[in-house]
């Protein structure tokens, strides 16, 4: 088989990238692992920022969003027993957020790309990448025990932090800090308990309460790395969250069985460059963000429009020009977002180790975040999304 370009991975990057590319009359093969049910079955976060939701526009692919997504125009940050609001969309000069699931954007973009009749290899296993560094890149798989290989102009490795694409390459610098604790994570069908997002330092340690819809909550404790999932049952949970929350805030948690419930570890990860000749890694494949900031999805789809402005150059002009200049522009605003989200989950987290000074100063630099206008303007400019 050929194709112009081959997709690792559908993921949210892949897909969109995939369908922007269809566009433009370019052909892509997208090769995933796993079945259609099992990405749709992966729950993970669901702020959009503005650019995120305009490029899925332009793919065709925003329609539900556009009936279904939520604008937020603030969050609040819950500490000392009340609600601090931030209002991001006065400090920003008017814009907002999205909330929507990621799985909605997922099978949003699948059932665009099914319509349009585009190839997704699912089930791939053995995905291989070959010669990337030379004119005539290639990509073997096996689907049901059968070889198969694609030859194609460019490689697009956007399957994400465990994938293959990424591990193709010797010649990586890699950057790294683990966070000593993870967020647990249940998703029940009961009004939220605030009308926007709740990020909360307590004592007892971090909580956010989220949202899917006007009837669906997402919400989140701070657990210990090694925590077991097992070890909480929704009862647990719900009085866990309750007492992590302002007064108020708790009193209008409406509790209800949990439909999922899971356990993240919080990481912050990035790999330099994002290109290796004609392999270019995409989203998660390429960096990891703490989920504090809201900004995985927005990064790989940062990550996609960098690559697609490219890839467009290349086959409209035949200019590498967007094509060399991707890595350097990607990580660029790859590294605010990875600062941001290393902030966010610094000021919100209780870390065992840093003892009482670490606290204070905590406390101080909330203090100062929702008191001053240029302090809580950085936290906004950032939360809706720098600019590309
Ligand atoms: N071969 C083929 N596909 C693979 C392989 C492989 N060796 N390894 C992984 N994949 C697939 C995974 O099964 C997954 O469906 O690649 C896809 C990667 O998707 P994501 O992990 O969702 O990554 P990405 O598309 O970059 O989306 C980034 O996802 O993890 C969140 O917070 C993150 O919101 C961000 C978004
Ligand atoms: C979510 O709704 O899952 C969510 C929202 C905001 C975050 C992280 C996760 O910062």
New binding site residues.
């Given amino acids: 088989m050929r194709t112009q370009v081959a997709i690792?991975?559908?993921?949210?990057?892949?897909l969109l990238l995939g369908q922007l590319l269809a566009t433009i009359g370019v052909e892509t093969v997208i090769?995933?692992?796993?079945s259609r049910e099992h990405?749709l079955g992966r729950v993970?976060?669901g702020v959009l920022e503005q650019g995120t939701v305009d490029l899925l526009g332009e793919a065709g692919a925003a329609d539900r969003l556009h009936a279904e997504g939520l604008p937020h125009a603030g969050i609040s940050l819950a500490f000392d027993g009340r609600l601090h609001r931030i209002d991001l969309t006065a400090l920003t000069g008017g814009k907002h957020v999205t909330v929507y699931g990621?799985t909605e954007v997922t099978h949003d973009l699948m059932d665009k790309r099914e319509a349009a009749g585009l190839v997704t290899v699912y089930e791939?296993a053995n995905?291989a990448l070959h010669d990337f560094d030379g004119t005539a890149p290639f990509v073997t798989y096996d689907k049901d025990g059968v070889g198969h290989r694609i030859d194609c102009d460019f490689i697009a490795g956007?399957?994400?932090?465990?994938?293959?694409s990424r591990r193709s390459e010797g010649a990586l610098k890699t950057f790294e800090r683990t966070y000593p604790f993870g967020w647990l994570g249940v998703l029940a069908e009961v009004p939220p308990a605030d009308h926007e997002l709740v990020y909360a330092n307590h004592e007892r340690g971090f909580a956010l309460c989220s949202m899917r819809s006007p009837h669906r909550s997402r919400y989140y404790v701070q657990c210990p790395a090694d925590e077991r999932v097992e070890a909480w049952s929704d009862d647990r949970f719900w009085d866990e969250l309750r007492r992590r929350l302002p007064p108020q805030t708790a009193a209008a948690v409406t509790t209800g069985p949990s439909f999922e419930k899971s356990i993240a570890p919080l990481r912050s990860f990035v790999a330099e460059p994002m290109r290796f000749g004609k392999l270019f890694l995409?989203?998660?494949?390429a960096h990891i963000v703490p989920?504090t900031g809201a900004k995985?999805?927005n990064l790989?789809a940062s990550d996609v429009r960098y690559l697609f402005a490219g890839l467009r150059e290349f086959y409209r002009e035949r200019s590498q020009a967007g094509l060399d200049a991707y890595s350097a522009k990607a990580l660029a605003r790859v590294w605010k977002a990875v600062r941001f989200s290393w902030w966010m989950t610094t000021i919100l987290h209780r870390f065992p180790e840093t003892g009482e000074f670490g606290q204070r100063i905590q406390e101080a630099e909330l203090d100062y975040l929702v008191h001053s206008k240029a302090a809580s303007t950085a936290l906004a400019e950032n939360y809706v999304g720098l600019p590309y």
């Fill in positions: 690792i991975g559908s993921g949210p990057s892949g090769l995933e692992r796993s990405v993970r976060a990621q791939a995905v956007c399957d994400g932090y465990h994938g293959v995409v989203g998660d494949a989920p995985g999805l790989a």
